[in-house]
């Protein structure tokens, strides 16, 4: 009788310390920008280098009663052209709560919902300036009919760039371990008209002037701050999951 009272003891300890221990880890302090002193049409430029702004460009965009358009605090859609004529479409979405039930929606599932056959994503990493690290991205194809879109995209969660699922959720438990829930970002790049691989290419080049053209003070909205990342601090970038290729 003893011993099974004990045993209660025992397991009645462990049960409280594990509440105690869990509700230690719930984070309560949110990374995300002030929505009152945040927007995203003030920090991206209308033109910049050889690309001016196109009105009225219709991009692939979550219905707008979907849960993708909840989890997002502010979307922005825009398109662009060069010199050459190559338009390239830019979508932003900014989701303040990263927590497990909300988080960013990868463009796969949009683009298969809006009836486009998505090719499997692949890695990528393109140098963007020279004092900084290759920016990681993730890139796919994607067709409905005759619309051929190659698409490259990344997301920032917290200070980071997540570049799979994986990854991402690292991050996440990285944050959660320092009482913290991160915001996140969403920034997808996609072009009609071109070959895949010229696509990519101007796309690289788009996403470089874009990035260098970003006030400093905003460059860490766009690629996280690489010093303080958690994802650095958990022994590189052994999480990634697609298979890199260097443009």
Known sequence: MQARTGHVVLASVAIAAAAIFAQTLVPRAMMARSSDSFHLQEIIPVSFGDWTLVPNVRLVEPEPDSLER???SQELGLGYADRDGHLV?????YG???SQRLQLHRPE????????RVSRPFGAEIPYRNDAAPLKMTRMTTQREMRLEPVSYWMRVGDDVATGVVER???RLKYIFRGLIPDGAL????TIGLPTDKAFEVQDQFIRDLLNAIAPD???F????RQNSAIANLGGNAAAEPKRETQ
Request: neutral net charge; contains cysteine; proline residues 3%.
């Open 89 to 93: 479409m830019l979508l932003v979405a």
């Open 109 to 116: 599932i949009c683009y298969t919902a809006a009836g486009f």
């Open 218 to 220: 905003n460059l860490e």
């Open 70 to 72: 909840q989890l997002y």
């Open 187 to 190: 920034f997808r790049v996609s």
């Open 96 to 98: 303040p709560n990263q």
């Open 169 to 171: 959720q690292l991050i």
């Open 222 to 225: 766009f690629v996280g701050g």
